[in-house]
């Protein structure tokens, strides 16, 4: 009876927890996906980060290079974005790149592109470049 | 009596903790969220609110700071909402018989065959983990990004090396093979195993996004070492696999009062599943984005669904309906918005539910 009462409990606190405070708390999940409501709109935001190694053209970053999916990538971009520190996110991943010797960027942009079914905003949000040793 | 005093008691002083709680918000934490959002608030709160949310500090470049005071007043009303039922819970189990309230002695239960349940957890747990060493040996790449989640935070936990994910990964998979193949120790292997899926699946979350792909088969990992532990004392584990069933319902159940909670009724609206088919751009989901009476009708289906599944616990004819609901579900998802894949590990727990009850 003592153990049915400890996962009772157990399992009570794990659903309730995270409803109440409305926050994942990992093992703790919340289920609160698409329940933000949304305000009628066509526009899609999507982040964007290109790189340019020398003498090329702009290219989209390949997150693998840094051994994360396109999903990972995704979350990380808007945080870095979110909270105004691109810049960092691009010089961590530049050294992190040097470290390993794969060949990386002169030059580092990020986009904030807003598409909406009659035509694409494009906004620059953030440059970097590397400085010379 | 001298029992029924002391539960009283120990019902009494939580209730009058968290009313006090919600009273010092109203009086004076309320405003502390707005010193928060300016950095004016004190250190002590800041690494708080650091630990509890730490994508507040993300979100505040986007919302104003009525959103998050609209947020902590919703946290102070659910938190005083479940109080409330828990104490009405409690008070009904003090005053009247408590075995009648026991649901063991109230369901009747039978025993269930459970011969297959082992196979099937580890081969779910197998086809969950097998790419689990690769995902982290390419995420050893980006530990610079790594943010640890709440449980590896607590615990401190750096990100495992190369060697250390090897040997955990092999750990994982041996273990989840003992839970079929591991004798009168199958229990063990079975708690070795939630401990290292806990634990391996928070380092791959570790990076911004937290992911409910295994949630439901992290409640079945919870719960096998002592279903296995029973099964191996020739005990009945009926009122533990309703336990697991239930478990596995509830995260339906949650998504569907959630979105009553912070939408209201826009869920009964159009707009609010065409925006987020606009937002997620699949050629199936705008396509479906522009007609507002499929979006109404499917928009009510799906709550009706996450609300209601639970019935598949208690009703047999619900298992008819619900659980082929649920895999079209999961499938439309992935089709309109892009989330998830055409085999969802949620749906392919689904089994728990079809486990014959012996006659």
């Known amino acids: 009876m003592m153990l049915k009462k400890i996962i009772i409990l157990v399992f009570v ?18 289920y609160g996906m698409f329940a933000e409501p949304l305000k009628p709109t066509q526009t899609t935001e999507v982040l964007q980060l290109l790189w340019q190694d020398d003498n090329s053209k702009m290219q989209l ?37 040097l470290k390993k010797n794969a060949k990386t960027a002169v030059y580092w942009q990020a986009r904030q592109l807003k598409i909406s079914p009659q035509r694409i905003d494009t906004l620059i949000v953030a440059e970097w470049k590397p400085v010379k040793p | ?47 708080c609110v650091g630990w509890i949310y730490p994508r507040f500090f993300t979100e505040k470049h986007r919302f104003p700071v ?12 659910r ?11 409690g008070f009904r189990i003090n005053n009247k018989n408590a075995e009648k309230i026991d649901i063991t002695s109230k369901e009747k239960l039978q025993n269930y065959d459970l011969t297959w349940l082992p196979i099937y957890f580890t081969t779910l747990a197998l086809l969950f983990t097998w790419d689990w060493y690769l995902d982290l040996q390419a995420l050893y790449e980006a ?12 615990l401190h936990l750096p990100f495992p090396s ?3 994910s090897f040997f955990c990964c092999m750990l994982l998979w041996i273990s989840a093979l003992g839970v079929t193949f591991g004798g009168r120790a199958r229990a063990y292997f079975a708690t070795l195993f939630f401990v290292l899926f806990l634990v391996l699946q928070g380092y791959q979350m570790s990076f911004y996004k937290i992911d409910h792909t295994f949630a439901l088969f992290t409640y079945w990992a919870a719960l096998m070492p002592v279903i296995l532990y029973l099964l191996d004392k020739k005990q009945d584990a009926s009122w533990y696999i309703v336990c697991l069933q239930i478990a596995l319902c509830l995260p339906y159940t949650f998504a569907g009062i959630e979105k009553i909670a912070i939408a209201g009724f826009a869920w009964l609206q159009p707009y609010t599943l065409q925006a987020y088919l606009h937002m997620h751009a699949q050629p199936w989901g705008l396509w479906l984005a522009k007609s507002d009476v499929l979006c109404t009708i499917l928009s ?60």
């Open chain 1, 13 to 30: 606190a794990w659903f309730l927890m995270p409803f109440v405070l409305i926050t994942d708390l990992y093992p703790f999940f919340r």
């Open chain 1, 61 to 97: 970053f390949k997150p693998d290079n840094i051994g994360l999916t396109d999903n990972h990538f995704g979350y990380l971009l808007r945080h870095y974005f979110y909270t105004n520190q691109i810049k960092q996110l691009c010089s961590q991943i530049h050294y992190a790149m």
């Open chain 2, 1 to 47: 009596m001298e029992a029924r005093k002391t539960l009283n008691i120990s019902l009494y002083a939580p209730a009058v903790a968290v009313f006090a709680t919600a009273l010092a918000y109203l009086m004076a934490a309320r405003s502390w969220i707005t010193l928060l959002y300016v950095g004016k608030a004190s250190d002590t709160l800041t690494t």
């Open chain 2, 66 to 77: 009525d959103f998050f005071i609209q947020k902590a007043d919703q946290v102070m009303i």
């Open chain 2, 79 to 89: 938190l005083v909402l479940v109080l409330c039922i828990g104490l009405y819970i």
């Open chain 2, 143 to 154: 530990r610079a990004f790594y943010a640890p989640v709440f449980l590896l935070r607590i």
């Open chain 2, 162 to 164: 190369r060697e250390a």
């Open chain 2, 300 to 359: 009510i289906l799906m709550l009706g669904f996450e609300l209601f599944f639970i019935l598949v616990v208690r009703y047999h004819w619900a298992k008819f309906v619900f659980l082929p609901a649920g895999i079209l579900f999961h499938i439309s998802t992935y089709l309109l918005m892009g989330a998830g894949a055409w085999i969802h590990p949620w749906w392919l727990c689904y089994g728990i539910f079809l486990l014959n009850q012996r006659k």
